[in-house]
T-cell receptor, first 115, second 113 residues
Framework: AQKVTQAQTEISVVEKEDVTLDCVYETRDTTYYLFWYKQPPSGELVFLIR??????QNEISGRYSWNFQKSTSSFNFTITASQVVDSAVYFCAPPNYNQGGKLIFGQGTELSVKP | EAQVTQNPRYLITVTGKKLTVTCSQN?????MSWYRQDPGLGLRQIYY???????DKGDVPEGYKVSRKEKRNFPLILESPSPNQTSLYFC????????????FGSGTRLTVV
């Protein structure tokens, strides 16, 4: 069975610090996708990025970067120079193709960035 | 603008009074689904639809109905709402079964008293 683990329940940092959010996806599938979503206090789910299991290159978009290590099934998300507006709950979520593409959401990591 | 539109954003209703939460997408996506989000339980899928007239149960379908008569619309129906259906509901759509990513609506916060 697939399992998504976001071990960090809450993280608190001071503005301008770098912060890394961890996600481990256990599956027997050899190829898969994984998405990261952001849920700010207003409640909506905002798509951040799609990663796939056959690309271990880091991906960078502005202050965001993503790192995938297949050996440990870890999809890590780093925010560089964090800002107060980054305060949100972050979810990693792979689709389960054996169940109609349902997203398997991790428990989420609540990031609080203090000024 | 490509988007998924849910209505209403907020709803307070009484036990047993039928209600419908609407969901519409303008991206010609085949795949649509409903999730509910509850503290401590996370996000769970209620129903999904892989195309017009094709729907299937997710993890927590009890007490809900859906229909997919048109590609763009996927309403969620609560025939007889109960307090345990108080939750934050999200509609999502995708081009396929997830590989291309999901777009979520803004959410509907439902309270059943």
């Amino acid at each position: 069975a697939q399992k998504v683990t976001q071990a960090q329940t809450e993280i608190s940092v001071v503005e301008k610090e770098d912060v890394t959010l961890d996600c481990v996806y256990e599956t027997r599938d050899t190829t898969y996708y994984l998405f990261w979503y952001k849920q700010p206090p207003s409640g909506e789910l905002v798509f951040l990025i799609r990663r796939n299991s056959f690309d271990e290159q880091n991906e960078i978009s502005g202050r965001y970067s993503w790192n995938f290590q297949k050996s440990t099934s870890s999809f890590n998300f780093t925010i560089t120079a964090s800002q107060v507006v980054d305060s949100a709950v972050y979810f990693c979520a792979p689709p389960n193709y054996n169940q109609g593409g349902k997203l398997i959401f991790g428990q989420g990591t609540e990031l609080s960035v203090k000024p | 603008e490509a988007q998924v539109t849910q209505n209403p954003r907020y709803l307070i209703t009484v036990t047993g009074k039928k209600l419908t939460v609407t969901c519409s997408q303008n991206m010609n996506h085949e795949y649509m689904s409903w999730y509910r989000q509850d503290p401590g339980l996370g996000l769970r899928q209620i129903y999904y639809s892989m195309n017009v007239e094709v729907t299937d149960k997710g993890d927590v379908p009890e007490g809900y109905k859906v229909s997919r008569k048109e590609k763009r619309n996927f309403p969620l129906i609560l025939e007889s709402p109960s307090p345990n259906q108080t939750s934050l509901y999200f509609c999502a759509s995708s081009l396929g079964r997830g590989g291309s990513g999901y777009t979520f609506g803004s959410g509907t916060r439902l309270t059943v008293v």
